[in-house]
């Protein structure tokens, strides 16, 4: 089970940190991501990290966002900077068991929370 917290609406400009804890498994082993969906938009890949802590983002968000995890607390992170306005949308952790997995493809990840809206 994935839990997120952290959205809610912040200016232009500003910061935010997301936070998605894991039950039921330990996130050191399983690959995470965040993907984000606006309104009438397709789900977007945000920030993906492997088993080994290799990380890849999405050209929108290169430089501005970062994505971390705290092992002993099973959580996940997504600290957003510089926020502009087309980030405005609903934002999903994501999580798979398969230990080599490493994509920007919705489908491959088994298990997501339920989203967290971020609006700016």
């Known amino acids: 089970q994935l839990v997120e917290s952290g959205g809610g609406s912040v200016q232009a400009g500003g910061s935010r940190r997301l936070s998605c804890v894991a039950s039921g498994y330990s996130s050191s082993s399983y690959c995470v991501a965040w993907f984000r969906q606006a309104p009438g938009k397709e789900r977007e890949g945000v920030a993906l990290?492997?088993?080994?802590?290799?990380?890849d983002y999405g050209d929108s968000v290169e430089g501005r966002f970062t994505i971390s995890k705290d092992n002993a607390k099973n959580t996940l992170y997504l600290q957003m900077n510089s926020l502009k306005p087309e980030d405005t949308a609903t934002y999903y952790c994501a999580a798979d068991v398969d230990p080599d997995c490493y994509t920007w493809l919705p489908d491959e990840y088994a298990y997501w929370g339920q989203g967290t809206q971020v609006t700016v």
């Open positions: 990290m492997n088993r080994y802590g290799t990380t």
